[in-house]
T-cell receptor, first 114, second 111 residues
């Protein structure tokens, strides 16, 4: 059972570089989310998707873009990385909007921007 | 805007003792979740609470939900070292797919 798979697991970027984080789920979930986790801040929603071809902004969307071209994949892009984007990024997916069955999280991507 | 507050943020307890973590949320929510996170790991789902008065138990952990008080609790009974982790609560707002997380409670259980 793969569940939610995130790649890469670790990455170091220089300020101004770009990168894409990939999230893939094999549970046929409609809803997918990108969160960032910073010390003492809990998890904050960056962007989310309610289905293939849709995306929406979360709590902290600035500096990020997303795409959901295929139902199973949700990509998070950083066009010009900044040190403030140093964080651990988690992808999650859910079967329904009400989350009756809960949310499944990936293992995280630890990103450092120097 | 939905806000979620957990307390305490840090909790150090001895094995065998009982304690409760509190999760307050600011506006109406139709679902409440508890997660566990070990250092450097992902979030593991513990409980999903969907209605007022819901109570769920798994081992030494019991979660409850009081929607009128906008309060959920995670009660730890006879703590053991293996329960050491960070615990998050998260609330979902009706009609929204989004979850709002608390800042987490770092629990350390000492022998």
């Amino acid at each position: 059972n793969a569940g939610v798979t995130q790649t890469p697991k670790f990455r170091v970027l220089k300020t101004g570089q770009s990168m894409t984080l990939l999230c893939a789920q094999d549970m046929n979930h409609e809803y997918m989310y990108w969160y960032r986790q910073d010390p003492g801040m809990g998890l904050r929603l960056i962007h989310y998707s309610v289905g293939e071809g849709t995306t929406a902004k979360g709590e902290v969307p600035d500096g990020y873009n997303v795409s959901r071209l295929k139902k199973q994949n949700f990509l998070l892009g950083l066009e010009s990385a900044a040190p403030s984007q140093t964080s651990v990024y988690f992808c999650a997916s859910s079967y329904s909007a009400t989350g009756v069955y809960g949310y499944t999280f990936g293992s995280g991507t630890r990103l450092t921007v120097v | 805007e939905l806000k979620v507050e957990q307390n305490p943020l840090f909790l150090s307890m001895q094995e065998g003792k009982n304690y409760t973590i509190y999760c307050n949320y600011s506006t109406t929510s139709d679902r409440l979740y508890w997660y566990r996170q070990d250092p450097g790991k992902s979030l593991e789902s513990l409980f999903v609470l969907l209605s007022n008065g819901a109570v769920k138990q798994e081992g030494r952990l019991m979660a409850s939900l009081d929607t009128k008080a906008r309060l959920s609790t995670l009660h730890i009974t006879a703590a053991v070292h293996d329960l050491s982790a960070t615990y998050f609560c998260a609330a979902g707002q009706g009609g929204s797919e989004k979850l709002v997380f608390g800042k987490g409670t770092k629990l350390t259980v000492n022998p």
